[in-house]
């Protein structure tokens, strides 16, 4: 008998159970790290958008301040027997 009759014939095809459990876990430690990056994403996206309607309100309010203090009338003079600094 020769030396190759001894020797395991060549696998064509399948898989051993010990390569499915490699590629199971590697798929496991994948799908774990996407997970955490779109939670992290979804977190991101409130905060940013907390912030932002907190900007558009602030820029809201000093709208309308603005057009209260452009739209206020100047100080009387004198009113009622008062006198303000402007009048002495």
Request: charged share 15%; hydrophobic share 50%; proline share 1%.
């Amino acid at each position: 008998m020769s030396a190759s009759a001894f020797r395991p014939a060549a696998r064509t095809e399948g898989m051993t159970l010990l390569e499915m459990l490699a590629y199971i876990a590697g798929l496991a430690i994948f799908i774990n790290i996407c997970a955490v990056a779109f939670i992290q994403g979804n977190r991101l996206m409130q905060v940013g958008e907390t912030a932002l309607l907190r900007m558009n309100a602030a820029s809201e309010i000093q709208r309308d301040f603005t057009l209260a203090v452009r739209e206020a009338v100047s100080v009387e003079a004198e009113c009622s027997g008062f006198v303000s600094s402007s009048a002495q």
